[in-house]
């Protein structure tokens, strides 16, 4: 039984998926929008939502926090100023 495991599968093995959910936050933030299934979408709203967390610290420490998760300086630049300003 699955119970109080926290981490969603999604038939893929750890780095796998944590590269396509990494990539799925970084289309949301630098997008807007993306189209997947329902399990992968509940996966990076956590991901992203973390990331939301981080840009309201506004600190260096979570700017290259946010930047190792995404690798992706645009979605980071984004995410930290346009982002953080709507929530």
């Not at 590269?19 to 807007?32: D, I, P």
């Not at 189209?35 to 979408?41: F, H, K, L």
């Not at 956590?46 to 946010?66: C, D, F, G, H």
Request: proline share 1%; hydrophobic share 45%.
């Amino acid at each position: 039984m699955r119970h109080r495991k926290a981490t969603l599968k999604l038939n893929m093995t750890a780095t796998h998926r944590n590269a396509m959910l990494a990539g799925m936050v970084r289309s949301l933030f630098e997008s807007g929008r993306i189209t997947t299934t329902v399990p992968r979408a509940k996966a990076a709203a956590r991901i992203a939502e973390k990331m939301v967390t981080l840009a309201k610290k506004n600190t260096l420490a979570a700017r290259r926090e946010a930047k190792s998760v995404l690798q992706c300086d645009r979605a980071v630049k984004k995410l930290f100023q346009e982002i953080r300003d709507k929530n």
